[in-house]
């Protein structure tokens, strides 16, 4: 990108660096461009063509990498817009567009559609970049210093662009100021856009010079060196003196440094958001499941539930008093799970599933060991694919609601994993096939915090109704510590020691 730059604010040599003004909009409201005026040329010395390259340039400079995340003005103007179109109308009336002004709003759309890096909207009165922002690299490798200026004069900043661009494309030249006057000190610093440029210029024979003069030149790098090594500096001083030179806004607005802080701020939202409502999932028929909440209520997708044909067994013609223990009671010698009972009390038939598919072995034996409930002979049978599939859907909704209550219970600013334990089986509703998925620091205290209270010897074990306590049953204290005054003195230790020259004396009488 051909180079452009804007004004710069005042910086003191020592411990500061130019970065490009915020334009002029941003201090005062967007002026109007004027109509195209047939016998003013803005440009003096220019055609028309070359004209439009210029304005495209120094539009594309406010767009550039190297300007526009650190030009707080020029970056709301990107993100107001959710697509990033700014209007046009706005950036040709920035300082540096005055000379195009007459010229008008329509001439300035046709310079923009010359370049590669902006584009136009379709009714021309926007323009945005082709790409997206990225972070600079390699500017202060890129950055050489350089002096012998003399005083500033009207258009000296295009005159220094002008110089620069013949020895190759710059990204930024920068007019270093003092700080306060804004008085120019006869020293840029100039960003190429690649390191064979920077190359060009440091070791061009003959040396550049300005008027005559030549100039004392140098790397960024050599140059902040050099004032390190002028004030002595070293340690965390001479750290801090290369970082304030490292970029053209190590100071000030900085989008991607923005950007980043705003990341980490959201992360540690999630964070703790994650850590007080950890993320359950349900071990159900062998596949994982995630519980989602609602209303304080746990639920899955039941398209998120696996169908396993085979796993449930209807019976029919029972009496109509049907006990769950009859069923559970008689299958939980051959099964390690109970299963899940589906019956309501006043119907002959109903539905038993179990955690996986039965085989012939298992069927034989719940039909053998089962041949009556309630009084009457049943027949067992394998219930079709959309019952067995609601069924097991059912099953898997109501072991979410108490995967999500236990994870609930359990949660204290971490997770913790358990087993649903005795989940199934509690009122005959709940299902055995129920892992929960918690993290594991709640864990880890609750099993601390039972130890803790553990009753020992010296611990006698809480109540029923009341927490263990240390000043559950009170402690007999002797009377001489209640009152130190009762305390018997403590006999003082004799010491020896030997001092040059002298014999040895025994405790604090001095006797040899």
């Known amino acids: 990108m051909a180079s452009a730059a804007v004004e710069t604010p005042a910086v003191a040599e020592e411990t500061k660096i130019e970065v490009e003004a915020q334009p002029e909009s941003e201090k005062a409201e967007a002026a109007a461009v004027e109509a195209p005026a047939a016998s003013e040329a ?25 300007n526009l995340p650190y030009d707080k003005f020029m970056w709301t103007l990107h993100t107001a817009n959710a697509e990033h179109w700014v209007p046009i109308k706005t950036v040709a009336s920035f300082k540096r567009m005055r000379d195009y002004q007459p010229l008008g ?30 972070p600079p690299k390699d500017q ?38 003092i700080d306060g006057t804004k008085e120019f000190k006869g ?37 902040c060196e050099m004032k390190i090594k002028e004030k002595g500096l070293t340690g965390k001083a001479a750290q801090g003196k290369r970082q304030a030179l490292a970029g053209p806004k190590s100071r000030g607005f900085n989008a991607f440094r923005e950007m980043e802080e705003k990341s980490k701020d959201k992360g540690k939202s999630k964070e703790k958001e994650a850590e007080k409502n950890p993320e359950v999932f349900l071990e159900f028929m062998g596949t994982r499941i995630r519980v989602h909440e609602e209303d304080g209520v746990g639920h899955v997708k039941p398209e998120d539930v696996p169908l396993v044909r085979g796993a449930t067994l209807r019976f029919t013609g029972s009496g109509e008093q049907v006990k769950f223990d009859e069923v559970k009671g008689t299958l939980k010698e051959r099964f390690a799970r109970a299963p899940f009972v589906q019956y309501k009390s006043g ?13 012939e072995d298992e069927i034989t034996y719940v039909k053998e060991h089962l041949k009556t409930l309630d009084g009457k002979e049943v027949s067992w049978d394998i219930p079709n694919e959309e019952t067995e599939e609601a069924l097991q859907v059912e099953r898997a909704q109501t072991a979410a609601q108490r995967a999500l209550q236990f994870s609930q219970r359990n949660n204290r600013g971490g997770a913790a994993e358990a087993v649903a334990a005795g989940v199934a089986g509690v009122a005959d509703v ?27 010897a010296s611990r006698p074990a809480r109540s029923e109704n009341a927490r263990w ?44």
């Open 42 to 66: 803005g440009a003096e010395g220019l055609d028309d063509k070359e004209k439009k390259l210029a304005a495209m340039r120094q539009i594309e400079f406010y767009f550039a990498d190297a």
């Open 105 to 134: 709003l329509d001439w300035v759309a046709d310079a923009l559609r010359l370049s590669t890096e902006l584009e136009v909207s379709a009714d021309g009165a926007q323009v945005r970049r082709r790409t997206e922002p990225q």
């Open 140 to 177: 202060f490798e890129r950055s050489i210093y350089a002096k012998g200026f003399g005083a500033e004069v009207d258009g000296l900043q295009k005159q220094l662009e002008q110089f620069f661009n013949k020895y190759g494309t710059t990204n930024a030249v920068r007019m270093r100021r």
């Open 187 to 223: 020293s840029v610093f100039v960003e190429f856009a690649d390191y064979k440029s920077v190359e060009a210029f440091l070791n061009a024979d003959p040396k550049p010079s300005w008027n005559g003069e030549e100039l004392l030149i140098m790397s960024k790098e050599a140059y």
């Open 347 to 359: 119907e002959t038939s109903g539905l038993v599933a179990f955690d996986k598919a039965l085989n």
């Open 430 to 456: 709940a299902d055995a096939a129920g892992v929960v998925d918690v993290a594991e620091a709640t864990g880890r205290r609750t099993a601390a915090r039972r130890r803790r209270q553990r009753p020992t």
């Open 469 to 512: 306590s240390p000043t559950a049953r009170p402690m007999r204290v002797s009377a001489a510590r209640r009152c130190p005054r009762l305390r018997p003195r403590r006999k003082r230790r004799r010491r020896t020691r030997r001092e040059p020259g002298a014999g040895i004396y025994i405790g604090l009488l001095g006797k040899t």
